[in-house]
Structures are given as structure tokens and as C-alpha cells.
């Protein structure tokens, strides 16, 4: 599959779909609206833009939604995009930025050591 890039809003709606598996629009533009104040139109218009990128099939009668990508499919391609963009494609750039930062706790290196070990045993 061709790596995906969502924006924000587009994001949102996928969300959703993720949580919800295949919901009717008027649903999602509903649900939308009253946890983002959206305007139906705006839902209606997300929705056009993500079938456009392949990321969601909508099926009549009704106008049902059900995602064709996996959240861990743009997980992958996001975190690939961001690697390129802002650490020139490399991991060790973007590992020692995030070690770096005040917020890594004792607890997260442990979980992140127990990680790298298992990819070794992978290897």
C-alpha cells in the first residue's frame, strides 16, 4: 500500500472509524458535532477527501463508512514521514532527540531496553 499522509481533521474521522468499525455518516457527522462542533458539511467533506486517498470505502444505500487502512498502516507511514522530514531518515537522530528530552522517566527506558532487546533476539 502507498504510505498515506492524513491531516488532522482527516485523522479525527479515522479515529473514530477505528473505534467504531462501519458506522452510517449522518452517525459519524452526529458524533462529530457534538464532540467537536463540526458542521455536518465539514464531516461530509473529510469524508470525501479520505475515499479519495483510499483510506475508507463508502457503500450505499445509506451512506455507510468503514476504513480500508489499519491504524497501524499510518502509524507507519506518519512516523516514516517524520523521520524523513525532520531527522533526515535516521533512527538514531530521532532516538537521541526523544532521549534527550526531560520527559523520558526511569519506567519508559526500561520498557523502551526491554524492546531493543527482544529486536536483538529477533536479529
Request: aromatic fraction near 10%.
Amino acid at each position: 500500500m502507498e504510505p498515506i499522509k492524513l491531516f488532522d481533521a482527516e485523522l479525527t474521522v479515522m479515529q473514530y472509524l477505528w473505534e467504531n468499525g462501519r458506522v452510517m455518516a449522518t452517525r459519524i457527522a452526529e458524533d462529530l458535532m457534538a464532540q467537536y462542533g463540526w458542521k455536518k458539511s465539514t464531516t461530509y467533506i473529510v469524508l470525501k477527501r479520505l475515499e479519495g486517498k483510499g483510506a475508507i470505502r463508502r457503500q450505499n444505500p445509506k451512506y455507510w463508512v468503514e476504513p480500508l487502512v489499519s491504524r497501524s498502516q499510518v502509524q507507519h507511514s506518519e512516523t516514516s514521514s517524520l523521520l524523513d522530514k525532520m531527522f533526515g531518515g535516521s533512527f538514531t537522530s530521532l532516538f537521541a532527540n526523544f532521549l534527550s528530552s526531560e520527559q523520558v522517566s526511569a519506567g519508559t527506558l526500561e520498557e523502551l531496553q526491554a524492546l531493543l532487546d527482544e529486536k536483538k533476539k529477533e536479529q
